[in-house]
Nanobody
Framework: QVQVVESGGGLVQPGGSLRLSCAFS????????GVWYRQVAGNQRELVAT???????VYADSVKGRFTGSRDNAKNTLYLQMNNLKPEDTAVYYC?????????WGQGTQVTVSS
């Protein structure tokens, strides 16, 4: 059974930084695309960043230039470095691995940006 441990959320002031991590186990991590989503209660889930198998990352326009997605295949871990955070970045952030019809989700971590 695949295990996922998502961490790194918290409360930060506007302009601050956080780094989210998702550590996966019992999965062939390197063949999966990694995706970060976020969701505000009552709103649709928003795609934030896609980290391809080769490590190339594609970003939503709302986070370009501020967020950096990456992966470490040796550690089976996805990362999302978030800089210059804004109040509108407040959400629950989820990581997922996807390959064909198979998806593995993290449990979600709350990010709150507030002064």
């Amino acid at each position: 059974q695949v295990q996922v441990v998502e961490s790194g959320g918290g409360l930060v002031q506007p302009g601050g930084s956080l780094r989210l991590s998702c550590a996966f186990s019992r999965v062939n991590f390197s063949i999966y695309t990694g995706v970060w989503y976020r969701q505000v209660a009552g709103n649709q889930r928003e795609l934030v960043a896609t980290v391809t198998i080769s490590g190339v990352t594609v970003y939503a326009d709302s986070v370009k230039g501020r967020f950096t997605g990456s992966r470490d295949n040796a550690k089976n871990t996805l990362y999302l470095q978030m800089n210059n955070l804004k109040p509108e970045d407040t959400a629950v952030y989820y990581c997922t691995l996807t390959h064909g019809l198979t998806n593995y989700w993290g449990q979600g971590t709350q990010v709150t940006v507030s002064s």
